[in-house]
């Protein structure tokens, strides 16, 4: 029986590694994309792989989708969980300032996003998960993170779109939003922080896998808040 497959961006990351391990954990064939050899892990296990990919590149991404899709015939499950975060207020965010981090959060999601899509609309079975953000969801979260809100308000209106093109197909666009993951650089920066209420990489995970699962097949929910306490 052939294992299902998993692409999984920004695998070298906190949540990256937690969703990378998580798949590994339940047999799919995971394949990881990092930026640079720097990121590597090394994973022991024989069904994960490790590309270098710059999401930036539009026609790179296409072609490792379709490198994927030639390997393994199929991808299951796409979580995008590459991405980046600013602190600025709209007095401080300069257009350039927006552009960033649209490209940080919107086109590397995207550019792998949209090949993936159209390969699961083919196959009729697919779920995608993107990761989304309390400020990118509403407004009244997103004081001073300007550029960072903008960015990520978009991935709910990509899923939007996507799950409008996929109605009656067994293609399911999700997106993920949590509220402060309990990561090391995330401790360091909110030391008085109450650490208990955050939400861990691997609780994320879990939600992710159970929304990729047989189990979930009939749920449609494109936006699953992971808060924890928070």
Known sequence: MLKKVAI??????????????????????VIGTILNND????????????????????????????????????????????????????????????????????????????????????????????IGSRAGLDASNAKGVTAYSLSKSLIFRLAELMNTEAKNKNV??????????????NRKSMPESDFGTWVLPSQIADVIYFYASDEAVSLREPVIKVYNRS
């Open 39 to 130: 990121e590597r892990k090394n994973y022991k296990e024989k069904n994960v792989e490790e590309t270098e990919l710059n999401l930036l590149h539009e026609d790179d991404c296409k072609q490792f989708v379709e490198g994927v899709i030639a390997k393994n015939e199929i991808i299951d499950v796409a979580v995008l969980t590459a991405g980046g975060f600013a602190m600025s207020d709209i007095a401080g965010t300069k257009t350039s300032d927006i552009y960033s981090q649209y490209q940080l959060n919107f086109e590397t999601a995207y550019n792998i996003a949209r090949p993936v899509f159209t390969q699961m609309m083919k196959q009729n079975k697919g779920r995608i998960f993107l």
């Open 8 to 29: 999984i961006t920004g695998a070298s990351g906190n949540l990256g590694q937690a969703v990378v391990k998580k798949f590994i954990d339940k047999d799919y064939h």
């Open 172 to 185: 399911v666009v999700s997106v993920i939003v949590p509220s402060t993951i309990d990561t090391p650089p």
